[in-house]
């Protein structure tokens, strides 16, 4: 079975000048020959540190930013040959949930507006048809279709990432980038949206490409998950697997610094000192556990 998203040899680089008195550029390398697969309806995690990478893949997948280098297939079709006026017809199959729900959202538009944005840009019905599918995906995500009227301010964190939600689905994509989508809100309301996010998954047959820092969440959430480390895929297995035997010392020392639920339950911590990193390809140690070892 063909993937829905395969990712093969990604690269992106970032330059930078170093003023005129050195006259040179630096180049530094984000994403480093980062390679995956998402299968349709699956729920494929990305995880790492700040830095580490991985809001960069996501946006190259979607060329949300160009990549350098690489490959990005989304149903066998190729994303990085298609053309400006092709990708804007094909991004309403995959779609993005961006971290911050508070600058997400323009402050000077209507929410209900921002929700038919895409309706209007890919000419999606007519505008009677268009506020009957606003007001649709307001009652989809669990808001009143009344609140399309309001404006962001007048809205909770947990609210206005669901209006990112909404709009995110107003053109029924099978692919959703969601960009740590709860990181930025209050831990009592994380597992509404996460609770949100896989009824949504479940109803609409989505298939999620979950960027997150959070091991716990990722654990209830992924199916698979890959771990980054200075822009390098250091793992890729299973949950099951890389929280049961992780091979990568950086993933064993990502896992060892999740808090403990038992207060004084004794713990054998990890530690990793970056020179310890070798820019290794990843191979395969058991049926579908990969890992950058030796």
């Known amino acids: 079975m063909m993937p829905l998203l395969d990712v093969r040899g990604l690269v992106k680089d970032f330059h930078a000048g170093r003023g005129w008195?050195?006259?040179?550029?630096?180049?530094?390398?984000?994403?480093?020959?980062?390679?995956?697969?998402?299968?349709?309806?699956?729920?494929?995690?990305?995880?790492?540190?700040?830095?580490?990478?991985?809001?960069?893949?996501g946006r190259c997948?979607?060329?949300?930013?160009?990549?350098?280098?690489?490959?990005?297939?989304?149903?066998?079709?190729?994303?990085?040959?298609?053309?400006?006026?092709?990708?804007?017809?094909?991004?309403?199959?995959?779609?993005?949930?961006?971290?911050d729900p508070y600058s997400s959202l323009n402050p000077r538009m209507r929410v209900g507006a921002m929700v038919e944005e895409p309706l209007i840009i890919h000419r999606r019905g007519t505008a009677a048809e268009r506020r009957e599918r606003v007001a649709d995906l307001f009652r989809l995500v669990g808001l009143e279709p009344e609140a399309a009227r309001r404006y962001p301010h007048e809205f909770s964190g947990g609210q206005r990432q669901?209006?990112?939600?909404?709009?995110?689905?107003?053109?029924?994509?099978?692919?959703?980038?969601?960009?740590?989508?709860?990181?930025?809100?209050?831990?009592?309301?994380?597992?509404?949206?996460?609770?949100?996010l896989l009824e949504l998954q479940q109803r609409l047959g989505l298939t999620y490409l979950f960027i997150?820092?959070?091991?716990?969440?990722?654990?209830?959430?992924?199916?698979?998950?890959a771990v980054m480390y200075r822009g390098r895929i250091v793992e890729l297995a299973t949950v099951e697997r890389i929280f049961a035997t992780p091979a990568h010392r950086y993933t064993q020392a990502l896992l060892t610094a999740i808090p403990q639920l038992v207060p004084g339950a004794p713990r054998q911590r990890v530690a990793y000192d970056p020179a310890e990193f070798r820019r290794l390809p990843l191979r395969e140690i058991q049926d579908g556990h990969f890992a950058a070892v030796e």
């Open 21 to 57: 008195l050195r006259g040179s550029s630096r180049t530094t390398r984000a994403v480093d020959d980062v390679t995956f697969s998402i299968a349709e309806g699956e729920t494929f995690g990305l995880v790492g540190e700040s830095g580490s990478g991985k809001t960069t893949t």
């Open 61 to 99: 997948v979607l060329r949300l930013i160009e990549p350098t280098a690489g490959e990005v297939r989304f149903k066998q079709i190729d994303v990085r040959a298609l053309s400006a006026s092709d990708l804007r017809a094909a991004r309403r199959h995959f779609q993005i949930v961006f971290q």
């Open 162 to 196: 669901r209006i990112g939600l909404a709009r995110a689905l107003a053109l029924e994509p099978s692919l959703i980038v969601a960009d740590e989508p709860v990181s930025a809100l209050d831990v009592s309301v994380q597992a509404q949206i996460v609770n949100l």
């Open 212 to 225: 997150a820092h959070d091991l716990r969440l990722v654990r209830e959430v992924c199916t698979r998950v």
